[in-house]
């Protein structure tokens, strides 16, 4: 198992950015496929982003493609979620994962990401 601690959120204005920090113990991530998901009040926690291992693909749900940006660092063994242009609808509790089995047909579901944080809170006020 891999133990994730997310960092980085805090309250934003429309318009501005945030930076999120996924740190891993236990194990090195470079065997792992990084996701974040997102969780808002009262709704489902829905896919954000995901980086493959080698950090060569990267894929991002149709809410914030082109604003956000994943990345993966190996020698500090985390990865990281900046984004940008943020909006109130991007207020959400943001969960770094991390998924072995990881392919094109499941990247979306929170089922193919066995590690889990605990997550941050990123609010964006108008």
């Known amino acids: 198992q891999v133990q994730l601690t997310e960092s980085g959120g805090g309250p934003v204005q429309a318009g501005g950015s945030l930076s999120l920090s996924c740190a891993a113990s236990?194990?090195?991530?470079?065997?792992?496929?990084i996701g974040w998901f997102r969780q808002a009040p009262g709704k489902e926690r829905d896919f954000v982003s995901v980086?493959?291992?080698?950090?060569?693909?990267?894929y991002y749900s149709d809410s914030v493609k082109g604003r956000f940006t994943i990345s993966r660092d190996y020698a500090k063994n985390t990865g990281s979620l900046k984004m940008n242009s943020l909006t109130p609808e991007d207020t959400a509790v943001y969960y770094c994962?991390?998924?072995?089995?990881?392919?094109?047909?499941?990247?979306?579901?929170?089922?193919?990401?066995?590690?889990w944080g605990r997550g941050t809170q990123v609010t964006v006020s108008a």
């Open positions: 994962a991390a998924g072995l089995d990881i392919t094109l047909a499941n990247l979306r579901h929170r089922s193919s990401y066995g590690n």
């Open positions: 980086i493959a291992r080698s950090g060569g693909s990267r």
């Open positions: 236990g194990r090195t991530l470079s065997r792992y496929y």
